[in-house]
């Protein structure tokens, strides 16, 4: 029998196996844990050659799993864009300060050459609105511009990328999205839903920039204790396999390809080094803090000067039950972006459909989100199996707008109802949705048991729920969700040896210092691909 290649010892092991155990050493060989239990036992099965790690009391859990986000896209932005976040994550507060990131990034970029930015947030502008086409096109007359929402769902586009993009006066309504226009007719710059429309045109970035992007990405989630993530809108691989290649990408990677996308025209699954392919992605509504989530009631502050704006489906039921029966008679796992409730109905409708034709058990198809969910929705969605991923972070992150702006004090405050979901045995998974907000499944934790917003208040303590219930949702019941709880999620004999040390143990430290708790080492299959500098664990060979 080969001997262990390392030992971890004298630490508190939360292994999220079934029954919860809680060990004090695991033994890893190769890419997978070959044992766990007490030191005592572990430090019998040492070689002459296995490292012995003492963790001297540290914790070690299973690698986190990020359930829904873009990666690289927070790499490739922090090489091509702008950053106009504003607080807590930024400090952009007006157009003009938004104005003076974007000449900053620009500033040596040659006429003609596009000038991207990501993040803004009318909401948290001094102006309250979107910046407009004309204040892009006084600030930048040489250049094509293009601003992307914090949201992601939609942006703003300066004359010049109009032009680019071929959108007029005369342009027809797109058949997905809406181009937003004023009295006479003129777009107006802002784009929702829809973002392709002008993205098409930005020249891609250089394969050196890509791998750049890449590599910044990765060493981002992997010091946050991330082993895997899912892409939620599937990209081309290849970047991915190259920097892979060349050793600058060490996380474990799922994409899930956007239902009838150029990537995906068969949804071919494939797995190509770090990353395969599974399921289908599908939108039936947008963002609520964009106003194009799709809501059963009106909005709280309305949008423009219609009270009883509700926000708009993507497509209408019929459509969407029949793409979705597409994806769920190809055998695969349907992955829907839903926020409002009205959506959400629309989604409850179509699988149930797609159910009821043909019965799939253990299909654990998703919501995406589910910012909205309602108490009867989540009857419904246990009925059919369906389990949600939670984009909780927005409890922390836009809490505070989702009750005086978007959405009032009553539907604000069960936004991510999760302990809703964990009474009814639901199991889920929380995300961070990055670059949407900053990857930390840890902050996800806090936000899951603390339920605060940025400003400290907080939101719908009732629907708190416990560290162990939160980090399940970002261990073994993400890895479950993607159909990969037999190698992934918990600290098992036989799985992958994907793990983190935390310098506490999340279980028993002080609830409002969860997000604080320091990622000391992050290890994938068994090799270490982060450690906090400084960090320096005793290891020997003293093995028998
Ligand atoms: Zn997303």
């Not at 309305?302 to 704006?309: A, G, K, M, R, V």
């Given at each position: 029998m080969a001997y262990p290649e390392q030992i971890y010892i004298n630490g508190t092991v939360l292994t999220f196996d079934f029954e919860g155990t809680t060990a004090e050493a695991v033994a890893v060989q190769g890419e997978r844990i070959a044992a766990v239990?007490?030191?005592?036992?572990?430090?019998?099965?040492?070689?002459?050659?296995?490292?012995?790690?003492?963790?001297q009391g540290k914790t070690i859990l299973p690698g986190f799993y990020e359930a829904h986000g873009h990666f690289p896209l927070s790499g490739i932005l922090e090489v091509q864009s702008a950053s106009l976040w504003s607080p807590p994550r930024g400090s952009i507060r007006s157009i003009s300060g938004l104005l003076d990131a974007l000449k900053d990034k620009a500033a040596n970029l040659p006429a003609g050459k596009w000038v991207t930015g990501f993040g803004y947030d009318p909401s948290k502008l001094a102006e309250k609105r979107h910046p407009s086409r004309y204040e892009l096109d006084q600030?930048?007359?040489?250049?094509?511009?293009?601003?992307?929402?914090?949201?992601?769902?939609?942006?703003?586009?300066?004359?010049?990328?109009?032009?680019?993009?071929g959108i007029t006066k005369n342009s027809p309504a797109p058949s997905i999205g809406v181009i937003q226009r004023d009295p006479d007719g003129e777009p107006t710059g802002l784009i929702q839903e829809n973002g392709a429309l002008i993205e098409a045109y930005i020249p891609p970035l250089s394969a050196e920039q890509h791998a750049e992007g890449i590599r910044i990405a990765n060493a981002e989630y992997v010091a946050q204790g991330i082993t895997s993530a899912i892409i939620a809108v599937g990209i081309d691989p290849e970047p991915l396999v190259d920097a892979y290649n060349r050793k600058l990408l060490d996380l474990r990677l799922i994409s899930i390809p956007l239902f009838q996308s150029d990537y995906a025209p068969n949804l071919v699954e494939y797995e190509l080094g770090p990353v395969k392919s599974q399921g289908a992605k599908l939108f039936q509504d947008g963002s609520i803090q964009g106003y194009t989530g799709w809501l059963s009631n009106p909005y709280h502050l309305p949008s423009e000067d219609d009270p009883l704006y509700r926000g708009f489906p993507?497509?209408?039921?019929?459509?969407?039950?029949?793409?979705?029966?597409?994806?769920?008679?190809?055998?695969?796992?349907?992955?829907?972006?839903?926020?409002?409730?009205?959506?959400?109905?629309?989604?409850?409708?179509?699988?149930?459909?797609?159910?009821?034709?043909?019965?799939?058990?253990?299909?654990?198809?998703?919501?995406?989100?589910?910012?909205?969910?309602?108490?009867?929705q989540l009857d419904r969605m246990k009925e059919l199996g369906i389990t949600p991923s939670f984009f909780n972070d927005h409890v922390y992150y836009f809490g505070d707008d989702h009750r005086d702006i978007y959405l009032g004090e009553d539907r604000a405050r069960r936004i991510s109802p999760l302990r809703s979901a964990v009474d009814r045995g639901i199991r889920f998974s929380l995300h961070n949705d990055t670059p949407i907000t900053p990857p930390s499944p840890l902050h996800l934790v806090s936000v899951a048991v603390n339920r605060l917003t940025a400003s400290g208040r907080e939101l719908g303590p009732e629907y708190r729920i416990t560290p162990y219930q939160a980090l399940r949702a970002v261990t073994i019941d993400a890895a479950w969700q993607a159909f990969e709880e037999n190698d992934k999620g918990s600290i098992e004999v036989g799985k992958l040896a994907d793990l983190v040390i935390l310098a506490d143990n999340p279980l028993t430290a002080d609830p409002l210092s969860l997000h604080n708790i320091t990622v000391l080492q992050t290890i994938i299959g068994g090799r270490q691909v982060y450690a906090q500098q400084g960090i320096d664990f005793n290891i020997t060979t003293a093995g028998v």
């Amino acid at each position: 029998m080969a001997y262990p290649e390392q030992i971890y010892i004298n630490g508190t092991v939360l292994t999220f196996d079934f029954e919860g155990t809680t060990a004090e050493a695991v033994a890893v060989q190769g890419e997978r844990i070959a044992a766990v239990g007490s030191t005592e036992q572990l430090l019998k099965l040492a070689g002459p050659q296995t490292a012995v790690i003492d963790l001297q009391g540290k914790t070690i859990l299973p690698g986190f799993y990020e359930a829904h986000g873009h990666f690289p896209l927070s790499g490739i932005l922090e090489v091509q864009s702008a950053s106009l976040w504003s607080p807590p994550r930024g400090s952009i507060r007006s157009i003009s300060g938004l104005l003076d990131a974007l000449k900053d990034k620009a500033a040596n970029l040659p006429a003609g050459k596009w000038v991207t930015g990501f993040g803004y947030d009318p909401s948290k502008l001094a102006e309250k609105r979107h910046p407009s086409r004309y204040e892009l096109d006084q600030a930048f007359p040489e250049h094509p511009v293009w601003l992307s929402h914090n949201s992601g769902h939609m942006g703003v586009a300066n004359s010049k990328a109009l032009a680019l993009a071929g959108i007029t006066k005369n342009s027809p309504a797109p058949s997905i999205g809406v181009i937003q226009r004023d009295p006479d007719g003129e777009p107006t710059g802002l784009i929702q839903e829809n973002g392709a429309l002008i993205e098409a045109y930005i020249p891609p970035l250089s394969a050196e920039q890509h791998a750049e992007g890449i590599r910044i990405a990765n060493a981002e989630y992997v010091a946050q204790g991330i082993t895997s993530a899912i892409i939620a809108v599937g990209i081309d691989p290849e970047p991915l396999v190259d920097a892979y290649n060349r050793k600058l990408l060490d996380l474990r990677l799922i994409s899930i390809p956007l239902f009838q996308s150029d990537y995906a025209p068969n949804l071919v699954e494939y797995e190509l080094g770090p990353v395969k392919s599974q399921g289908a992605k599908l939108f039936q509504d947008g963002s609520i803090q964009g106003y194009t989530g799709w809501l059963s009631n009106p909005y709280h502050l309305p949008s423009e000067d219609d009270p009883l704006y509700r926000g708009f489906p993507m497509l209408d039921r019929e459509k969407l039950a029949q793409a979705v029966f597409a994806v769920h008679s190809a055998g695969r796992q349907v992955v829907i972006h839903a926020n409002g409730d009205a959506a959400i109905d629309d989604v409850l409708y179509a699988i149930g459909e797609a159910q009821r034709r043909l019965p799939r058990p253990d299909a654990r198809h998703r919501i995406e989100h589910a910012q909205s969910v309602r108490e009867d929705q989540l009857d419904r969605m246990k009925e059919l199996g369906i389990t949600p991923s939670f984009f909780n972070d927005h409890v922390y992150y836009f809490g505070d707008d989702h009750r005086d702006i978007y959405l009032g004090e009553d539907r604000a405050r069960r936004i991510s109802p999760l302990r809703s979901a964990v009474d009814r045995g639901i199991r889920f998974s929380l995300h961070n949705d990055t670059p949407i907000t900053p990857p930390s499944p840890l902050h996800l934790v806090s936000v899951a048991v603390n339920r605060l917003t940025a400003s400290g208040r907080e939101l719908g303590p009732e629907y708190r729920i416990t560290p162990y219930q939160a980090l399940r949702a970002v261990t073994i019941d993400a890895a479950w969700q993607a159909f990969e709880e037999n190698d992934k999620g918990s600290i098992e004999v036989g799985k992958l040896a994907d793990l983190v040390i935390l310098a506490d143990n999340p279980l028993t430290a002080d609830p409002l210092s969860l997000h604080n708790i320091t990622v000391l080492q992050t290890i994938i299959g068994g090799r270490q691909v982060y450690a906090q500098q400084g960090i320096d664990f005793n290891i020997t060979t003293a093995g028998v």
